[in-house]
């Protein structure tokens, strides 16, 4: 089986990285090594949505995969999540994407320039709906997400979001892998640990070496199984 893995920074995937066998280097920025059964592509997207979209869209274009899988860290909307918990992203939206209009936001739907349901969205939501098999994952708590160019911190922003999407998590990344994997009809799933609550920033409570050590060690539970 081949498996593209996509991480946005080396920091988030180093731990499994340790576990798998060198191949080769692919491109600059994909490795290929191996792992029990397993071809894997590691893919170290860069930090945002862009950077994700260029560099996936431009590896799928060229090469071929079973399944892709998203990892990384995420900040947390969801008061019920604890820092360094793993989740399994079953949907996520493009937050930002639209209009402000004085005090209120206009999406592309009320801008009429989608439709809420025009491919691959399911009512303005990219919704994961050709998942991977997996007994570990099936375990994980499913959330939705929230993918945004500007980590939010702004208390009225902040609940200005939760009021719009009810998110549970927010990344950088995370809407543009499943743009991608969805209108390609690749099997995948995106799955974040819990590095911080979303709120006025603070970094003193965030705890990054954390969610990279459970993401991690969740991963390779799934390559195990």
């Not at 860069?46 to 900040?75: E, K, P, W």
């Not at 399911?122 to 929230?146: F, R, W």
């Amino acid at each position: 089986m081949k498996i593209l893995i996509v991480s946005s920074t080396h920091l988030e995937i180093e731990p499994l990285v340790r576990k798998l066998k060198f191949r080769k280097q692919l491109t600059a920025n994909l490795t290929r090594y191996t792992y029990k059964q397993y071809i894997i592509d590691i893919l170290i997207s860069g930090v945002g949505m862009v950077s994700m979209a260029f560099n996936l869209g431009s590896i799928l274009s060229r090469r071929r995969y079973d399944a892709a899988i998203n990892m990384g860290i995420a900040g947390s909307f969801n008061p019920g999540l604890k820092i360094g918990d793993v989740v399994n992203i079953t949907s996520d939206r493009f937050s930002e994407m639209g209009a402000e209009s004085g005090e209120k936001f206009l999406s592309l739907i009320d801008l009429k320039l989608i439709e809420k349901d025009d491919f691959p969205y399911t009512d303005n939501i990219l919704v994961n709906n050709s998942p991977i098999k997996s007994l570990v994952l099936g375990k994980l708590p499913k959330v939705c997400g929230i993918t945004v160019n500007t980590m939010l911190g702004k208390t009225e922003t902040i609940e200005q979001v939760k009021h719009l999407f009810h998110p549970d998590v927010e990344s950088m990344e995370g809407a543009a892998f499943f743009y991608a994997c969805l209108c390609l009809k690749m099997r995948c799933f995106q799955i974040r640990a819990i590095s911080n609550f979303v709120e006025k920033r603070n970094k003193e409570k965030w705890n990054i070496p954390l969610a990279v050590a459970n993401i991690n060690r969740i991963l390779l539970e799934i390559l195990d199984e």
